[in-house]
């Protein structure tokens, strides 16, 4: 199964380059995490985080040391950084075509430390694995968690 990951440019106009430097190390840190949570890194999600990282300005020694680290995820307060965040975990996610329960797990698990809308979260991942391309474009995510918006 081959899965096609949005070539989107997902720092710009979501305000993650507003992201403290600390909240973008958490990031990577959690997206670092997310690759191995299936004992399965490849290389093009490893070179996802560093193209990330660079775009973000986080230098490439700052990535290469979250390794070892034990970092708090601090994710930001406005709810459209937040959105953006989860989307960019689906992302990495699909990158090296191997979708596994423990990565869907995680992903769920980070939507709610985003204090995102589990209902909204539960139903997303459904969708988009339901989605015989397994892609969601970015703006279906953002409108998708305005129906669940109070």
Do not use: W
Request: glycine residues 4%.
């Amino acid at each position: 199964m081959t899965l096609r990951v949005c070539k989107c440019d997902v720092t710009k106009a979501n305000g993650m380059n507003n992201l403290s430097y600390d909240q973008k190390l958490s990031l990577l840190h959690s997206l670092l995490t997310l690759i191995r949570v299936d004992n399965i890194e490849s290389e093009s999600e490893v070179d996802f985080i560093y193209q990330l990282g660079k775009k973000l300005s986080v230098k490439k020694e700052d990535i290469d040391g979250l390794v070892d680290k034990t970092l708090e995820f601090s994710p930001p307060k406005a709810e459209h950084q937040r959105i953006v965040l989860f989307y960019t975990f689906l992302l990495v996610m699909k990158i090296d075509g191997v979708l596994s329960p423990s990565e869907i797990k995680m992903c769920g698990d980070i939507g709610f430390k985003l204090g995102l809308n589990p209902f909204a979260v539960q139903n997303l991942l459904e969708t988009m694995f339901a989605n015989p391309d397994k892609k969601v474009p970015a703006i279906d995510v953002i409108n998708f968690f305005k129906l669940y918006h109070n």
